[in-house]
């Protein structure tokens, strides 16, 4: 390039025989290269790799995901910190993007996050400052989905720069959480299907002695009993996991298709039945319902539709990453899902007309201040 001059020697290592990619290393792999021409002036010096699926197969420079760890007069120190995109948490193939569509994916993801990560604190705060939104159990049960859905973003964007510092330890500590909150959030979907089911299609009120607080301690404490089972296990499971998606995660494959895979698959089975209940239902009440009360009825029925879709359906999406059309569902899935946690803030307060009430008596001022008469 232009203005660039390779000052070191070209580094590079082979493993004979090797039947299987060398990944899963629980230490990184750092490289110190010698300048052929000390480096007296601090010139700028930029960390690269050589991508042999760049230039048409034939091979070029790469920069993307290294970093210059430390550097003076007569060495550099590289390390490479490949970003990660939101489809490795349940991407079933568990194989490598190419590093344009990891690029553009990670972006995705980051941006998807970081706005989730926003509007769900948006949603937190809303719900649990004012007393009357957080009244009944539907509200009770959207905070601790937001909290897990927040934690589960949060980790995930730091989890690249954590693993980047090399160390095991910090590494396996962001691996357990990413796979705590992942599994919190499975969870509380569940729990809010069951919620429903118990509103929606039970006729009659079924009492629950201390309802939320032993929800609190399904959707919280079964989690943490999985992931204290798999470290007690295999400590070494959790780990950094291999370029281009450098991470911290479930390394093993056993694991991951058990504890991660087939908590969305019991999910999907569970909010399809729920899906078949409540139709049932609804055309039951729908022929002997009385006049004037299908409006109603109708709204209800958008509402379970559309919370069912955006708990549901949009990850399942994971379970379609492979074959011809892998790139696109892992482009759908990471768009989809890390969003996810505006498509909450948008359903659950933007379009509730008792949360908007609450925002107008507040926190607006003026003409579009609300008294509150109740």
Known sequence: ???????????????????????????????????????????????????????????DWDDYGCRKYNSSTHYTTCLCNHLTHFGVLLDVSRTPVDSDNEQILTIITYLGCGVSSLF???????YTAFEKLRRDYPSQILI???????????????????????????????????HYFLLASFTWMGLEAVHMYFALVKVFNVYVPSY???????????????????????????????????????????????????????????????????????????????????????HHLKGAASLTLLLGLTWTVGFFTWGPARIFMLYLFSGLNSLQGFFIFIFHCLMKESVRKQWRINLCCGRFRLDDYS
Request: net charge positive.
């Open 1 to 59: 390039k232009k203005g660039r001059a390779l000052n070191t020697f070209v580094v590079a290592a082979s493993v004979t025989n090797a039947s299987a990619p060398i990944q899963n290393l629980d230490d990184q792999v750092n490289v110190t290269l010698y300048h052929l021409t000390p480096n007296t002036l601090q010139n700028d010096i930029q960390c690269v790799y050589w991508n042999l699926n760049k230039n048409n197969g034939q091979g």
């Open 120 to 126: 769900l604190g948006i949603t937190i705060l809303t």
């Open 144 to 178: 601790n989905l937001s909290l897990a859905l927040l934690g589960l973003n949060l980790v995930f964007l730091v989890n690249s720069w954590l693993s980047s510092w090399g160390v095991y330890g910090l590494c396996v500590a962001a691996a357990s959480l990413l």
């Open 212 to 298: 939320i607080l032993k929800f609190c301690v399904l959707g919280w404490g079964a989690p943490l009993l999985i992931c204290s089972l798999v470290f007690v296990v295999n400590h070494c499971t959790y780990g950094s996991l291999s370029p281009p998606s450098l991470s911290c995660f479930i390394q093993n494959d056993v694991t991951f298709y058990v504890s991660v895979v087939a908590t969305p698959c019991w999910f999907f089975s569970s909010t399809l039945r729920f899906l078949w209940w409540f139709l049932s239902k609804f055309r039951h009440m729908k022929v002997n319902s009385p006049a004037g009360s299908r409006h109603g009825l109708v």
